[in-house]
């Protein structure tokens, strides 16, 4: 199953396949908004938690921290340097992302 995932991302990135990618620009401070309570599932790492609720990335950080998310292929879809506090990022495409937080990397599924 490995081999296949592979040379499908292979044969795409290949023949120069980037689909629409879509985000906000910007990334919002969500330190009170109701749509990142009651999270299914958070990665939790040095304080640092980073997951995918209603079709946003969101990220809570202890201190300031530089953000980048990439696709799965690894196009950069934003890079931003956030505050301390909860932050979320509109993803207008559904799929599977990389987000990387300082020295911590993370698989989000939209």
């Known amino acids: 199953m490995r081999n296949l995932i592979t040379s499908v991302v292979l044969l795409l990135a290949t023949f120069g ?11 919002r401070e969500a330190s009170n908004d109701a749509a990142v309570q009651n ?6 790492t040095e ?3 980073i997951y995918s609720k209603d079709g946003h990335i969101v990220v809570h ?4 921290a530089q ?15 956030l505050n301390a506090g909860t932050s979320m990022l509109k993803m207008n495409s559904r799929g599977i992302y ?3 937080v300082g020295n911590i990397t993370q698989k ?3």
């Open 47 to 49: 304080g640092i938690e």
């Open 98 to 100: 990389i987000v990387k």
């Open 67 to 81: 953000v980048k998310v990439f696709t799965i292929l690894g196009q950069l879809v934003s890079q931003a340097e």
């Open 17 to 27: 396949y980037v689909g629409e990618i879509s985000a906000q620009t910007h990334w």
């Open 61 to 64: 950080l202890p201190h300031k």
């Open 108 to 110: 989000v599924a939209m």
């Open 39 to 44: 999270t299914e599932a958070r990665i939790a």
